[in-house]
């Protein structure tokens, strides 16, 4: 299992260390966290203890009203569970009696350094646990953004992927990951693509050598990641192979259980295989939104021969 710790959290987010400074490396294994309601109140029947636990404005000022002896209970009541930690979004005034808990009980207690819309930085403190926790696999290939649609372009070495993703970022789209791309399973139906940090913006062509694609051409030719939509096989082209049907029935590739609409592309001197991917992608989008071209022509046909049927 991934492992993401306290200390990774005040680094990421700037916060601040109010207590618990020799439990930060207390480790968070749930991508998702908590802000504790029911729980004030004595009811634990679903409280998570594993998730990072969130105190926002609400939470605190009602803290602030409970008598001291009531605020003992019920605080003793959550710390008693040993969170990973607390993380208070409305600044650190008055909390000297959660200090107290929290040093008492070992639990590492962080403040963001502004005050912050709790919804809001709960939101980006999931997506970051959810990225950092999630599941993944490395596989061989080039990861692109295609017209805002993630690609990962796969095939036998030599092949040409790199040269075809070179092709795609000279016509304004975006280089993800060579050679070695991360995926990362962030849901049942989300696939994430990435790269390994080592290779960032850089693109390896056979007989010309490393390129950093940013300092070629720009930032707008690199971006760090990007959701998976299209799998694209890159193969050696062999005759009558293929069939040219009106509409391709997409295959799927399976990755950590997530099926990712596959399509071979056959090589041959003189094709465009970059204008095929943008086509690729670009049909991909359409169908999303319920267009298919070969519904449109078969349409077209039923609707010119019932006009020949009625003259």
Known sequence: MKRVTVENLVHRFSLKVLAG????QNVITQPRVHRPGLEFVGYFDFFPTEQVQILGK???TYLHRLSEEERKIRIGNIVHYHPPCFIVTCGEEGLTYLKHHCVEQGIPLLVTKEPEVTS???TKLDGHLVKELAEEIAVHGVCMNVSGIGILIRGNSGVGKSETAHTLIRRGHRLVADDIVVLKKLSHQTILGTHDEKTKEFLALRSIGLLNVVRLYGRKAFQDETRIALDIHLTKWEKDALYNDLDQEFQY???M?????SIEIQLQPGRDVAGLIEAAANN???KQQGYSAAEEFMSRIEADMGNSETK
């Open 253 to 255: 590739e399976d990755y």
């Open 58 to 60: 609400k939470e605190v």
């Open 21 to 24: 400074e020799g439990q930060l």
């Open 284 to 286: 991909w989008y359409l």
């Open 120 to 122: 809001e930085f709960i």
């Open 257 to 261: 259980g997530v099926k990712i609409p």
